[in-house]
């Protein structure tokens, strides 16, 4: 078991991440489809293949940074929609963060609080806008509440886990305000945002890769 | 779902290499998934580039042509395409004079032609943006994405590539762009939903008497649910809510455009047509230049929208101006 992040658990994470979003793509396209246009499952996947592919291409003196920052680029030339410029930077920030070989808790939560704040620059969106950044928000917190309070990286990314998958559950009552969903008013009501369930999905995929 | 694919994956790539087949007068680069005309690039000539999701033939690529766009960027199916993508077609048509990109407001197409701003800029090339949005449906607020870019994205590709073959300069080009949408609104209703092929089903269900009011082009439900009703009721709230919205008083003249979404026969376009002539004509309101037929669709959705765009002398003698392409030809 690791309390680092370097390169080989960087790429961990992202295979584990492309596994989950090739054993759920069709879950987010139901989501996507009952409150946007029903693509978000397969863009994803498409996506997460260009990326597996991509960093295992990558030196074997790459930092971590580079496999996120290399995952992040692959995402905005591969994925298109909103996900891919939004996934796309969170990796690409995060990773130009992480310059050294190994980065501790604090580090990875600084990084992808960089990352959180490329995305909501990006889409304008804030918590309770029936977005991704529901999950991202309370998970990167989770991830620096663990790292203050001084847990393990097994620990806090489990914590942050469960944070980015109570935040997705949240968005079902909520009315969109941001990306497509938002076009449909009150009717996207009752519906859990598919961009929120893939972060949650993301955040779930580090804790399984720490673990493994 | 029914549908003449091969598989749901190589739906882009194979319709391209159709449209590489059926139009020698076009560059069809199929690894960078860009259309553009094949006497690109023109030197000193501003630059028009559209692009967006699949699936809204002809739009974008159908448009591509002496007098409309100078190269499209067809995205997978309702999914923007990506910067690379976007970059590629100013390269491979930039004449230095500047290029303008016509981009309809959905999140994530905003997101990635600005992206694609951003790397051009980086490469010495100037580039505009035209942002359609004349969905009346939406309400244009805080609270949403601000309104959808539908049907008046063929009149400003239309009048501001008239404006570019003619030699304007960039901004000029832009200029009347923008002056289009700002003169144009649309609204739109669906009688059954589009099937997106990866996604292998209906993008919402609908009972056989029963419409969606307030669609737009991707598939989404629209804003309410409501009984189907004979054509003329069913216009007469559509003209309503645009004129609403509009600035449009008696002894104006219109541009009116009736779309079909997809799976609607011209036979039903033509009564729409009529019933809009009517309505328009109670309110005092001119025809001045009409459009019937698939021009902006959304797969196999069956519905129509109405776009409306106030006519002055310029934006006339625009889209008049001849153009050449694979779904719009007259002069």
Same mark, same amino acid.
């Given at each position: 078991m690791r309390n680092d992040l370097d390169r080989e658990l960087a790429l961990a994470w992202l295979r584990t991440a492309a596994a989950a979003v090739e054993r759920q793509h069709e879950e987010l396209t139901a989501l996507d489809a009952a409150i946007g246009d029903g693509d978000h499952g397969s863009n994803l996947r498409r996506g997460f293949a260009a990326v597996v592919a991509a960093v295992d291409a990558l030196d074997a003196d790459a930092t971590p940074g580079t496999v996120l920052g290399k995952a992040g680029s692959t995402l905005i030339s591969k994925v298109g929609g909103a996900s891919g410029p939004l996934y796309g930077s969170a990796l690409r920030v995060a990773g130009a963060a992480l310059p050294a070989p190994t980065a501790d808790l604090t580090a990875l939560a600084e990084a992808l609080r960089a990352g959180l704040g490329a995305v909501q620059k990006l889409g304008g969106a804030a918590v309770g806008d029936k977005t991704m950044i529901d999950a991202f928000e309370p998970a990167v917190a989770a991830l620096e509440r663990a790292a203050f309070d001084g847990f393990t990286l097994r620990e806090a990314s489990a914590l942050a886990a469960e944070a980015a998958e109570a935040g997705a559950r949240a968005t079902i009552p909520l009315q969109a305000r941001k990306g497509r969903a938002s076009y449909l008013g009150p009717r996207s009501v009752g519906h859990q945002d598919p961009g929120a369930t893939s972060t949650a999905l993301l955040f779930r995929a580090l804790a399984e890769a720490v673990t493994a | 779902m029914k549908k003449l694919i091969n598989t749901p994956e190589s739906v882009l790539d194979d319709a391209l290499a159709g449209i590489a087949a059926a139009h020698p007068e076009l560059t069809v680069d199929r690894e960078n998934r860009v259309i553009h %005309? /094949?006497? /690109? +690039? %023109? +030197?000193g000539k501003v630059t028009l580039i559209s692009g967006g999701g699949s699936g809204h033939e002809p739009l974008h690529g159908g448009f591509v042509g002496p007098g409309m766009l100078d190269a499209a960027c067809p995205g997978e199916v309702f999914t923007s395409p990506v910067p690379d993508q976007l970059l590629a077609a100013v390269r491979a048509t930039d004449g230095g004079a500047g290029v303008v990109f016509v981009v309809k407001n959905y999140t994530g197409d905003v997101m990635n032609f600005s992206l694609a701003a951003e790397l051009a800029a980086e490469e010495g090339i100037e580039v505009r943006t035209v942002l359609v949005n004349d969905d009346v449906a939406v309400e244009d607020s805080t609270f949403t994405a601000g309104r959808r870019g539908t049907g008046a994205t063929v009149v400003v590709e239309k009048v501001a590539g008239a404006l570019a073959e003619r030699g304007a300069k960039a901004a000029e080009v832009a200029s009347v762009g923008e002056r289009a949408v700002a003169a144009s609104r649309s609204f739109a209703v669906a009688l059954t939903a589009a099937t997106v092929p990866a996604a292998g089903r209906p993008g919402f269900d609908l009972p056989e008497d029963e419409i969606e009011v307030g669609v737009g082009i991707h598939g989404e439900p629209g804003r309410r649910r409501a009984p189907l009703r004979p054509a003329r009721e069913l216009v007469a709230e559509v003209v309503d809510t645009i004129l609403a919205d509009h600035t449009l008083s008696a002894g104006d003249e219109v541009i009116a455009l009736v779309n079909g979404l997809g799976a609607t026969p011209l036979l039903e376009l033509y009564i729409v047509y009529g019933e809009v002539a009517a309505r328009l004509a109670e309110r005092g309101l001119t025809i001045a230049r009409n459009l019937v037929g698939n021009y902006v669709t959304s797969l196999d959705m069956a519905g129509f929208s109405l776009t409306l765009t106030k006519a002055d002398p310029e934006l006339l003698e625009l889209w008049d101006a001849p153009v050449h392409t694979a779904a719009l030809r007259r002069g």
């Open positions: - | %005309r /094949a006497d /690109a +690039p %023109r +030197p």
